[in-house]
């Protein structure tokens, strides 16, 4: 019989690139964790709605959702089919995720340490963070910081424009809680029901 192998805990600081102040966050996930579902995790720590791509890279070698017309000299592996402790990070390692392709949002993950799990915590968990993930199609980094300088002042020109669009989105909201909550009902085991 097979032993199986002991799960750990990876605890990652994820910072949204070219924003200031920062949007962050620190993550703790199981280091089997299928790619896929990292970027699941990603998606509901900052505050995105999945409307678009994504991939993960690692020096040269790339993650995400195959496209057959993709001819990108770099590889695309499945990410439904790659565990995250394969990808063979160390602790100081940087894993670089990029969602929507268009505001190209590039994501830093830091990997900070690799710890044996408390068996009173449920990962994945978000221990830490900053800052309201930026709203979706606002145009990435650069139009998200002219975005929230419009919305801070009412006489800037295109404050009324952006308040209309963006109605009141607040760039310093952060809730620990909130995103936890979101996390648990993601990823909590389901009950399966007893057939009588």
Not at 92 to 103: H, I, N, S
Not at 140 to 160: E, I
Request: glycine share 6%.
């Amino acid at each position: 019989m097979a032993v199986r192998r002991n799960r750990l805990i990876y605890q990652f600081k994820v910072t949204l690139a070219q924003i200031a102040p920062p949007v962050w966050r620190r993550i703790q996930v199981w280091d089997d964790i299928p790619m896929s579902r990292l970027h699941r995790v990603l998606q509901l720590v900052m505050n995105w709605e999945d409307y678009h791509l994504h991939e993960f890279q690692m020096g040269r070698i790339r993650y995400g959702i195959p496209d057959p017309d993709d001819f990108d000299p770099l590889p695309l592996i499945d990410d439904r089919r790659q565990q995250l402790r394969n990808v063979r990070l160390t602790v100081g390692g940087v894993l670089q995720y990029l969602y929507d392709f268009g505001d190209e949002w590039q994501h830093d993950l830091l990997l900070e340490a690799i710890m044996v799990p408390d068996p009173q915590l449920e990962y994945p968990l978000c221990v830490a963070g900053e800052r309201n993930g930026p709203p979706e199609d606002v145009g990435g980094p650069l139009a998200y910081m002219d975005f929230v300088k419009a919305l801070a002042n009412r006489r800037h020109p295109d404050h009324k424009r952006m308040l209309e669009w963006g109605g009141s989105f607040d760039s310093e909201a952060f809730s620990l809680d909130e995103i936890n909550a979101r996390l648990r009902a993601e990823f909590r085991p389901r009950k399966r029901s007893v057939k009588e």
